[in-house]
């Protein structure tokens, strides 16, 4: 069952409809993607996630064009993808991981240079466009390196800078971060965000959860080929945050504080500092619970909140099964998607 945030999504300008795919295996038809949909607005990162297996890159590529849904429709700008090929993918740039988007013995701005042309862009167009995405994300000194001598992460920065060539408004990302060390991690990162500041719609998976938290703007969550959630990151993280404190108590603690914590909605932990995480009815417990340590002397309480690692973990459930929690409708983004 789907399930879906506080808040409805925006108007979009990348627009995913019911779209569904079935591959036929010599054990039967296996529905990889079931009737999903959502919406990408202008500026805005959707993280679309899930576990291995799930859909995401079925549903990317048919995003992209590239696989043929069953049935559903992709529509940019309000134009559909599959009956308007070529204009629509003149507004979509793709960077898909495992793909060779880049010829490796031609160099960084000879790569950029041919993909420009190939968009029909001119030769003067094309260096001019090149020149200005080497500066974005940071390779202009390398404009004359081949492409086999640079670092992963330099290539995958040219590899966005290819996707990019032509100005598109949607940019499909997949794994954009997947094996970069932390400097060029951070820098792919800073260039998503430019994107987004300027308007471009992106539709990012990633299996990093930290990563889509600190950059989506909303998420969208995939299992066994069906959404089951979707809604504003921020309130997705406030819908599964449980109030939860922490109470940090000053060495040496009692000898007895497993006895005296005993019957309360508390978990001792820590090593060098005794931690009592409080769940539930977060303020009458912390009342129970500094009220059984007196007169021990308190360093410090603190709040937390779930993060995305959290909610996934939530909404997959244990070996998938879906968690209780989510068996409730919230289909009116899809069933506006859909246009029911």
Request: hydrophobic content about 45%.
């Amino acid at each position: 069952m789907r399930m879906e945030a506080t808040s409805h999504a925006p108007a979009g300008l990348l627009e995913v409809a019911g779209l569904s795919k079935v591959f036929k295996t010599r054990t039967g038809p296996v529905p990889a993607v079931q009737a999903v949909s959502f919406r990408v607005a202008p500026g805005e990162v959707l993280a679309f996630l899930g576990p291995n297996g799930a859909g995401k890159t079925t549903t990317i590529k048919m995003t992209a064009g590239l696989v043929l849904p069953d049935s559903g429709d992709v529509r940019v700008g309000g134009e559909s993808l599959f009956a308007r090929h070529d204009a629509v993918t003149a507004q979509l740039g793709a960077v898909l991981e495992g793909s060779r988007n880049l010829y490796w013995r031609l160099t960084v701005r000879e790569n950029l240079e041919y993909w420009g042309t190939m968009r029909r862009m001119t030769i003067r167009g094309a260096r001019r466009r090149a020149d200005e995405l080497l500066e974005l994300v940071g390779l202009s000194d390398r404009a004359r390196n081949t492409v086999q001598t640079l670092s992963r992460g330099m290539q995958q920065k040219v590899a966005l800078c290819q996707a990019l060539m032509h100005q598109p408004r949607v940019l499909l990302l997949d794994e954009p971060t997947l094996g970069l060390d932390f400097e060029s991690g951070e820098g792919i990162k800073r260039v998503v965000r430019a994107l987004a500041e300027r308007g471009t719609a992106v539709l990012l998976t990633t299996h990093q959860l930290d990563v889509a938290q600190e950059l989506s703007d909303r998420v969208a969550m995939i299992r066994q080929g069906r959404l089951v959630l979707e809604g504003a990151t921020a309130d997705v993280l406030a819908r599964f945050s449980q109030p939860m404190l922490t109470v940090v108590a000053q060495m040496p603690w009692p000898a007895d504080i497993g006895e005296r914590m005993r019957g309360l909605p508390a978990l001792v932990t820590g090593a060098d500092t005794l931690t009592v995480d409080v769940v539930g009815d977060a303020g009458r417990a912390v009342y129970q619970v500094l009220e059984r340590l007196y007169p021990h002397p308190l360093a410090k309480i603190e709040r937390h909140q779930a993060d995305l690692a959290q909610v996934f973990q939530q909404v997959m459930g244990e070996g998938g099964a879906e968690s209780p929690d989510l068996a409730f409708a919230g289909a009116a983004g899809a069933e506006e998607a859909n246009g029911q």
